[in-house]
């Protein structure tokens, strides 16, 4: 029989005796409970039709579905939930087909595993993302994948995180059929099939994953060493899959829900959840809807630490690559390091001969401005090119300047743009791009299209805001300087910022970055401010003059990373020599406060200043570039968590030493009186 009834976000069809359900909701066939409770509907429906044969579940759209929403997570899972499902369609009286195209993701992976059979188009992609929201699977996954792949492969994929392609030899044994074809038609003569037998495999009685116990046992014994201390649910997706093994099926399946949920109300799963969220409003990937189809030319003036990644990322969209340089040999050398990386990737397995091939046919290298003639974008990591030596541009270049490198009054009709990378590491994961005045959308687009995507989070801002990872880090490393300043020791300063998140402390930090460096950058900060020279500041100061004196070179606050014998006599010389009072001792908890008001009240100033679209930038920005733990949210989520009364009273007790820094802002004032939180 053939017919069809539309429902809001499940659609039904039948053909030769086969329910075909389609999961139809936008966008990327979320699980809403909406959903979950009409599929449900549709499948005991489909159960209880002695005419229909069997079921096949498919997705309509980009995707089969890539899980549910994560807001959902926050309330808990409505009736019936994506473990309910799964064992209905597992348990069912017919035989259910899983037909997969574009992406499987989270719970809709998860409705697939718990199919009688699984067909996939060739390109579909698979993922468990869940552990990076401190979560765990939420629809039995720890439980079937084991049974179909072992505990190895499953701690890889579920661990990871990772989008790996249906083909992939980790996911060898969970689908049945990889195909060019449409996997419905073939879906719908397998249901048949299977149903003329009156016999189907069900993943619970699957045993292949479970046929090595020594191999399972000792991939459980090595993760748990490995991944020792890693957090509640790293521990409880490993004592779930370990139970895969030593339980029953249904009292493992109870085991993965209760643990599901004492993660769910816990704090650190609320921040990455959160966290997540924030990082999906702040990346810019909005582009035109007819993007520019045609090759783009990409030129590099000069070179940083960013080089490589950079230009890895415009042959990845397909771009024309030129590396300049007014010296023929630094331009050379460029080309040549780049070459190494790309053969150095084939080499690993990571990049194919044929990608090699193709980047280095698009990369070229030269000392004559005159390819800026055919530029549609150019990195800008050049410092003080004369603006006499750079020919007119095309109308629609866009000027992109990197890491703070002024272009200075070098263009008037072209749009500039600053883009600015956390100064630690050498990824590119995420960056702050400053939308230069009168930038049209076709120049915002041009960059977004080149910049965001791919996990990678490109957040907006005001060219007049100074950068928001600069400020936030000055207005951390300035509190902790002033705090030595008044008696405390870096080490003390670094061990208490351990408590609000900060896996590298404020010193560690400096040091990394140099002093001289951070020197510049406290000095435009507190210009920014308006702030007269600090106690922090001069001792800064003084710790590179001095060192500078004795050694001719600039000693940090630490000795190749530890503890430096000399430096506890340094500060308590320079404390007698300024009329600072010796060791003020605070407790730990009280230097972490005070920190994180310090960082609170310059994101309250730039939240105030439009320099970010939303108050969860600053939590995105702190955790990329400030070294804050993604189990805490950022500061401002961390201050909803704890409360922001202890934070605004140790604030008050510091302010007289540098008001601007913590004298608590009105609008934190105000917060505090009524009861507000920044979420």
């Not at 064992?87 to 009688?116: N, R, W, Y």
């Not at 070179?553 to 308590?572: M, T």
């Amino acid at each position: 029989m053939l017919g069809g009834s539309l429902v809001s976000e499940v659609y039904s069809e039948f053909r030769e005796g086969v329910a075909i359900l389609s999961l139809c909701r936008p966008v990327a066939n979320t699980l809403s409970p909406t959903m979950r409770a009409e599929l449900f509907q549709h499948l005991e429906q489909a159960y209880s039709d002695a005419a229909l044969k069997g079921v096949i579940l498919r997705g309509i759209g980009e995707c089969f579905s890539t899980g549910l929403d994560l807001a959902e997570y926050d309330d808990g899972l409505a009736s019936p939930d994506v473990s309910e499902l799964c064992t209905l369609i597992e348990d069912g009286p017919k035989p259910v087909v899983m037909a997969l195209h574009g992406s499987a993701f989270g719970a809709g992976f998860e409705l697939a595993l718990a199919g009688s059979v699984r067909i996939a188009k060739t390109e579909t992609t698979a993922a468990l993302p869940e552990l990076s929201f401190g979560l765990i699977p939420c629809g039995g996954a720890t439980q079937r994948l084991p049974r179909l792949v072992g505990a190895h492969s499953s701690l890889d994929f579920m661990l990871t995180g990772r989008v790996l392609d249906v083909s992939d030899p980790l996911l060898e044994g969970v689908f049945d059929l990889v195909t060019e074809l449409d996997p419905t038609e073939l879906a719908l003569q397998l249901v048949k099939e299977l149903s003329s037998t009156g016999q189907w495999p069900r993943t619970k009685e699957s045993v292949a994953g479970l046929a090595d116990p020594f191999a399972y046992r000792q991939a459980i014994n090595e993760a748990s060493l490995r991944l020792l201390n890693r957090g509640d649910a790293v521990d409880c997706l490993l004592r779930c899959v370990e139970a895969a093994q030593l339980l029953p099926y249904s009292q493992g399946l109870a085991l993965e829900k209760s643990a599901l949920e004492d993660l769910r109300t816990s704090k650190s799963a609320r921040a990455q959840r959160h966290l997540y969220l924030a990082e999906k409003k702040a990346t810019m990937v909005q582009v035109a809807e007819n993007p520019v189809q045609h090759e783009q030319t990409v030129v590099f003036l000069g070179h940083n630490k960013h080089l490589g990644a950079l230009v890895s990322l415009c042959h990845s969209r397909g771009a024309d690559v030129v590396l300049l340089d007014a010296d023929a040999e630094q331009a050379l050398n460029k080309h040549q390091r780049i070459k190494a990386v790309y053969e150095q990737a084939v080499e690993a397995g990571q990049l194919s001969a044929a990608a090699c091939e193709s980047n280095l046919s698009k990369l070229s290298a030269g000392t004559g401005f005159d390819a800026l003639k055919h530029a549609d974008i150019v990195f800008d990591m050049q410092k003080g090119a004369a603006d006499s030596d750079l020919p007119s541009l095309k109308e629609t270049c866009v000027w992109i300047a990197i890491d703070g490198n002024e272009p200075g009054d070098r263009f008037d009709e072209n749009p500039v743009m600053t883009l600015s990378f956390p100064q630690f590491g050498e990824g590119i994961r995420f960056a702050e791009i400053a939308i230069a005045d009168g930038a049209g959308k076709d120049a915002v687009d041009t960059v977004a299209r080149f910049c965001s995507g791919q996990g990678r989070t490109l957040l907006k801002t005001t060219a007049a805001s100074g950068g928001i990872a600069n400020r936030l880090q000055s207005a951390l490393f300035l509190a902790a300087l002033e705090m030595v300043a008044a008696g405390q020791s870096p080490e003390e300063v670094d061990d208490a910022a351990g408590l609000i998140g900060l896996s590298l402390g404020p010193f560690h930090q400096i040091d990394e970055i140099g002093l001289s460096n951070v020197a510049i950058q406290l000095d435009r900060f507190m210009e920014r401010h308006g702030l007269p020279r600090t106690s922090g500041l001069s001792l800064l100061v003084s710790r590179i003059s001095d060192s500078r004196e004795h050694s001719g070179a600039v000693r940090g606050f630490y000795l190749l990373g530890a503890a430096d014998p000399a430096l506890l006599s340094w500060l308590e010389a320079w404390r007698r020599k300024h009329s600072h009072p010796s060791a003020v001792s605070c407790s730990s908890r009280d230097v972490a406060l005070a920190l994180h008001g310090a960082l609170l009240n310059e994101a309250v100033s730039l939240l105030e200043e439009g320099a970010v679209q939303r108050a969860s930038d600053i939590d995105v920005t702190s955790v990329a570039a400030l070294r804050m733990g993604r189990d805490t949210g950022g500061p401002l989520f961390l201050s909803d968590l704890h409360g922001l009364l202890p934070i605004v009273l140790t604030m008050q007790e510091w302010e007289n030493v540098v008001r601007p820094l913590w004298g608590p802002h009105k609008t934190l004032r105000e917060m505090v009186n009524n009861g507000r939180s920044f979420y």
